[in-house]
């Protein structure tokens, strides 16, 4: 049975849980849907597929390291390890003949399989500390806690903060990187500001909606915004937008039943938008260029 607006906003202001893990996602959707829209402009979307499937090894190796799942020191442990990934990356394009797709789909089977082998190894110690990493290969998002939030504010609003500050550099290297070049924009520095940017958005995901998962929130929003609007600003507000209100909807439907993960209803609640903006978008919805076609036809 569905809950009206005021059960909702009872259950979503006092309940705990519930509002931790609903301000989590709702963080999460905000940074991922911003960075992710210039991933999807550059054509980038498999780099966060490949980033997020890289930070996984660094999940485990920090873990290693510090012997605590504290989260700000997983998810730098993350961050170090995913942009490592896409420097590697970077490299073997610019210094081989390899093609960028090759060379993502390479170091995403390579740092995941290191990642799976050093989980399996960690989980076999006889330490009882290391119960739950496995959480980030799907994400838990009910295992949420406010120092959780906290550290993933603490790394959302710096990215955030610096998307602002260099807004015009990156709208720049965005649709005229060739143009920026001749300006004397240092296009090389802004392209890594951009993909650290966007391992940011990712690690904090990990525990929310996984590895696995976390790819969609990086595209799905951006490709939703998209259809409604030709201008960056536009896209980057609706695209942190539609990830807000996907991670709120997931955790307030996941909440109604037992055993219903919060990452999969978050993922299956963004594309939920996608397919109602690919219809009803005016310009590009699919229902309006058959409106269109049917009104030029009848002409």
Known sequence: MLMDLSDVLQALFGDYTLRTVALGSALLGIVSGALGAFAVLRRQSMLGDAMSH?????????????????????????ALAGLLGALLVTAVVRTTRIKSDSALGLALAVFFGLGLVLLTYVQKLPDAAQAGLDRYLFGQAATLLE???????ALG???????????KELKLLTFDPGFATSLGVPVHLLDVLLTSLLVVAIVIGLQTVGVVLMSALIVAPAV?????????????????????LAGVAGALISSTAAR???????????????????LLAP?????????????VAAA
């Open 147 to 153: 120092r959780d939030v906290v550290a993933m504010a």
């Open 157 to 167: 609003m710096p990215a955030l903060l610096l998307l602002a500050l260099f807004w």
């Open 54 to 78: 890289a930070a996984l090894p660094g999940v485990v190796l920090a873990f290693i390291v510090t012997g605590s799942k504290d989260p700000l020191a997983l998810m730098i442990g993350a």
């Open 283 to 295: 310009r590009r919805g699919l229902v309006w260029g058959w409106l269109n076609a049917g009104g």
């Open 260 to 278: 219903l993960p919060t990452g999969p209803i978050i993922v299956i609640c963004i594309s939920a938008i996608v397919i109602v903006s690919l």
């Open 224 to 244: 939703a915004a998209r259809q409604w609007t030709d201008r960056l600003g536009v896209m980057v507000l609706l695209s942190g937008a539609f990830g807000a």
